[in-house]
């Protein structure tokens, strides 16, 4: 059993659109000495289903699972994914992903510093692998 962690990898498109969200459930998953901010962001893909199963297996083996992206200066950054649901839209699949920002730089997130998506967009933020 390996316990190197999971990466999701965006490998092509635009940087991850991350929304702030107020589930109350989410506040279970940032307990600690110090409080982590919890986004969540929506991706395309070709296979959600797969992605979330890697999810799984990680979580399952007490390995944690990263989504590794190009930021919007081209930088790669990871951030914790701490939640994760696959679903479908008009528009195809989707990975729903929950994500904890608490880098040197996003920990100083202010909600106007993140990016809000509407509903009604997909938040594409480029294939998966």
């Not at 904890?100 to 692998?129: M, N, Q």
Request: proline content about 5%; glycine content about 8%.
């Amino acid at each position: 059993m390996s316990s190197e962690p999971e990466k999701i990898t965006i490998v092509e498109g635009p940087a991850p659109a991350f929304e702030s969200t107020v589930e109350p459930w989410l506040y279970a998953l940032a307990e600690g000495p110090h409080l982590k901010r919890i986004v969540r962001c929506l991706l395309r893909t070709l296979n959600g289903t797969a992605l979330l199963e890697r999810c799984t297996n990680a979580w399952e083996e007490g390995r944690e699972v990263f989504l590794d992206y190009r930021d919007n200066s081209g930088l790669r950054q990871q951030a914790l994914i701490v939640a994760a649901r696959s679903g479908e839209l008009d528009e195809g699949q989707v990975l729903q992903l929950w994500v904890r920002l608490d880098s040197a730089l996003d920990t100083e997130l202010d909600d106007d510093d993140l990016d809000f998506a509407d509903d009604d967009e997909d938040g594409d933020g480029g294939p998966l692998e």
